[in-house]
């Protein structure tokens, strides 16, 4: 019995002590974490607005409101997340499109987080990858194969082929990465509907 208090006591003051290890490392790193991230975001957002000198946040319509949660599921984004969204300003303060922190839960590999900017006449300027862990050398080409192809189109919905693009609303899929290409494609149309039906939207001029 006393062996056993004492073994008790030693795992106690064991997993005390490794606790408060773990509570000072998470004290000292957590600022330096937060600002390389707050950094990360704001290249992202002049990468997909360059033209823009000031961005402004602006309130995003919760999950929790119960209207928007149906809306948003019936048209397929279930599993789809706008993070935050701010709008682009010159520097006269005229706002030239917003820019939109998009999360996809569908990934193969986890969670991708990427930025959006879309002009005011729904132009998506381009995307930037934050945030992506899936398969070396098939889904991680997501930056290289995908991200180019959203850049400066103008239409409502994108679609993915295997067989070679022949509209700017068709995306190549990355080879083997089907899963990939899906995600990043429905986040994107996810990010382009809430434009449309929470920002103003913007005419379309190419289907």
């Known amino acids: 019995m006393k062996n056993m208090i004492k073994d008790a006591a030693i795992l106690l003051v064991i997993t005390l002590f490794s606790g408060l290890i773990l ?3 998470y004290e000292i790193t957590k600022e330096p974490i937060a600002i390389a991230e707050e950094k990360a975001a704001k290249e992202a957002y002049a990468e997909v607005f360059p033209d823009a000198l000031e961005f402004q946040e602006q309130e995003v319509v919760s999950k929790e409101d119960e209207n928007w949660k149906a809306e948003w599921e019936k048209a397929g984004f279930e599993a789809v997340d706008i993070d935050n969204a701010l709008i682009a300003l010159d520097g006269n303060g005229n706002g030239l499109g917003y820019v939109l922190t998009v999360t996809s839960h569908e990934g ?3 969670d991708i987080t990427f930025t959006m900017g879309i002009g005011m006449d729904g132009t998506l300027n381009g995307i930037s990858i934050l945030s992506i862990s899936e398969t070396a050398g098939l889904g991680m080409k997501a930056e290289d194969v995908l991200k180019p192809q959203f850049a ?5 919905v994108f679609t993915y082929t295997k067989t070679g693009a022949v509209s700017d609303s068709e995306i190549d899929a990355i080879s ?10 429905t986040a994107v149309n996810g990010g382009l509907y809430y434009f449309q039906s ?3 939207g913007g005419g379309n001029e190419a289907e």
């Open 176 to 185: 083997g990465a089907t899963i990939t290409t899906n995600a990043v494609t």
């Open 23 to 25: 509570g000072l490392v």
């Open 198 to 200: 929470q920002l103003g």
């Open 152 to 156: 400066g189109k103008n239409v409502s």
């Open 108 to 110: 193969y590999g986890g």
